[in-house]
């Protein structure tokens, strides 16, 4: 099947949604699909051997940079640019997470999914006019990543039932060496985190078990966010800095455990933290490592008591209690077990590829 990918990441870039974007595509292409990506394009000019090196891609795909028009904005400008484009191309699908762009690919008759990840914010006008458009084309359906999201979109913008389906996200399933922590051997346990120093990512709440857990370490793999960092400076905690992507899996094959403490309705650049779905969650679960997650309810969708400890946001006395049971190594590994059979069972990136042209057929006939 001939796939066109719409997406306006920017390439390279260490950002969840490039990250999701290229891996997906490489994912698409695996399945035997002909795919390209059609990303905007930047002043510096980007060689494509070097991106697909950088995130680690196994299988050939196109990649085209789309020219904007210097007086319009990127979302505009690449929307005017794609008819020429998708018309030469002539695909089967058009998939992507361009709002702008997903809409001009629908009102041009191509079959076209537009994949969600939070709601349209209330004052983007033309974005929610498009995402219901897309909702009620014939030739048309929207994705969303989370349960909590498709309900939350359903009631907000009276959507049909069968207008948006849910495909969670997922991680490819690799094998890899582990990478050598700071701290080799020297903690009862290895705790890991793996992101940006950011407060709704939960890394206070990182550093509060940090202070109240001396036995154990803690991994923050990442860089750059909105926490000093001299905030995060301790005795058992280690700071790696900027880890190309391809690498983030031996670091996380080297934890114990895999840290996942999210926070609750907080709302940043427009950004609404309860229909996240965490690349890292899938990523610990396919390296088969128990995870220590909070109890936001979007993460309650993927988060099961087999394979993690959940704490509550509003019981920080119970949580060193909750931790001491990860400390047994035969917990771990039957923890580790579960997450990684769950996982093969439904977040492998092939899978969720494969659903989701099963449903592209029964819906986009």
Known sequence: MKIVYLSLAKFPSQAANTIETIKFCDALASEGHDVTLLVPATKQKADIGSIKDFYGIEYDFDIQFVPIARFLSKSWGYMLALPRILKKINPDLVYGRSIHGCFIASVLGFNTMLELHEPVPDGKFFQRLAVRFLANANNSKLVSISHSLRFFLLDRDNLADDSIFVIPLGATNVVCRKANLLNENKSLLNFGYVGSFSERRGVGLIIHLADTIKYASFHIIGGRGDLPKRLLERENVFLYGFIPHRKVIEYIEALDVGLLLNKGTVKIKGVFDD?????????????????????????????????????????????????????????????????KRRFLDRYDRRLRVRFLIRRFREVCK
């Open 275 to 339: 229909f996240t779905s965490p690349l890292k969650l899938y990523e610990y679960m396919m390296c088969g490592k128990p995870v220590l997650s909070s109890d936001l309810p979007v993460l309650g969708e993927v988060v099961e008591r087999k394979f993690a400890v959940i704490l509550s946001l509003n019981k920080r006395n119970e949580w060193a209690s909750k931790v001491k049971k990860l400390v047994q190594p035969r917990v771990r590994r039957v923890m580790g077990i579960n997450a």
